[in-house]
């Protein structure tokens, strides 16, 4: 049996496949496991400039793995596990230095919005749907769902999602801020491997700290983000990489960045 999760390397890009079709790739312990796993991998690989997040099949992902749920029903110790780690696994990625990149194809449900929101930038096929589907069977998030959507959003728009558990459109995903870039459902793939490779070319140490920025800011009053940033920026000017992308704005070439 293949694995239900793989990290492949394009490029400069660390790719991490969920490939678990024949369960419209839901989220089970292992599934999160294997995907905290690369993470760690590519974060550790300096040529690895960006994660890309995709899935084989029909569909992105559409939950989490409820037969695995059903039977933790009766074990609280594992119930917790299960569910503190694939939030563990959801703050992990959303922190990573590394910008993370979702494609999205078919049906992201539960689970699977809860795994998309976590990314910084996600590319939809048309045809693709969004959804929220706890509420319809009596669940409630557990993987940073209701805090991220909320969030990304406002109230009133995730609000409707939870409680209703309709599902969107690409074309309204997009609208209100949940998909960045809708694409033919043929360019999915392709056109969200080009994005990560266009960015690979920037500074990876510059888009760790505005990755931080952004994170970090938005939970403070202005003031105090706006402290953040020029502390940062203090901190960041004098480094190789500003030298290097000063050197090449003034000579008219691209930068070569080695961070």
């Given at each position: 049996m293949s694995a239900p999760v793989?990290?492949?390397?394009?490029?400069?890009?660390?790719?991490?496949?969920?490939?678990?079709?024949?369960?419209?790739?839901?989220?089970?312990?292992?599934?999160?496991q294997l995907i905290d796993a690369a993470r760690i991998e590519f974060e550790a690989n300096p040529d690895i400039r960006a994660i890309l997040i995709r899935s084989t099949g029909k569909h992105f992902c559409t939950g989490a793995d409820l037969t695995e749920v059903k039977g933790l029903m009766g074990d609280p110790k594992g119930l917790n596990h299960f569910i503190s780690f694939g939030m563990g696994v959801l703050q992990r990625l959303e922190s990573s230095p590394l910008p993370v990149v979702v494609a999205v194809q078919g049906l992201c449900l539960a689970g699977g919005t809860e795994l998309m929101l976590a990314a910084d930038v996600c590319f939809a096929a048309e045809t693709a749907q969004f959804g929220d589907q706890h509420a319809q069977f009596g669940l409630i998030p557990g993987w940073g769902g209701s805090?991220?959507?909320?969030?990304?959003?406002?109230?009133?728009?995730?609000?409707?999602?939870?409680?209703?558990?309709?599902?969107?459109?690409?074309?309204?995903?997009?609208?209100?801020?949940?998909?960045?870039?809708?694409?033919?459902?043929?360019?999915?793939?392709?056109?969200?491997?080009?994005?990560?490779?266009?960015?690979?070319?920037?500074?990876?140490?510059?888009?760790?700290?505005?990755?931080?920025?952004?994170?970090?800011?938005?939970?403070?009053?202005l003031d105090q983000s706006m402290q953040l940033e020029l502390d940062a920026a203090v901190r960041h000017l004098p480094g190789a990489d500003v030298a290097e992308g000063l050197d090449a704005f003034e000579n008219r070439r691209k930068p070569k960045f080695t961070q």
């Open positions: 793989t990290a492949i390397v394009q490029g400069t890009t660390g790719v991490i496949e969920l490939s678990r079709p024949e369960k419209f790739n839901c989220l089970s312990l292992e599934v999160h805090q991220r959507l909320t969030r990304l959003i406002g109230q009133r728009r995730a609000l409707d999602l939870l409680i209703s558990a309709r599902w969107m459109s690409s074309g309204e995903a997009k609208d209100v801020g949940l998909a960045n870039y809708v694409v033919p459902d043929d360019e999915l793939h392709s056109g969200a491997l080009d994005y990560c490779e266009k960015i690979n070319t920037r500074s990876r140490v510059g888009i760790a700290e505005m990755k931080r920025l952004a994170r970090q800011g938005i939970e403070m009053s």
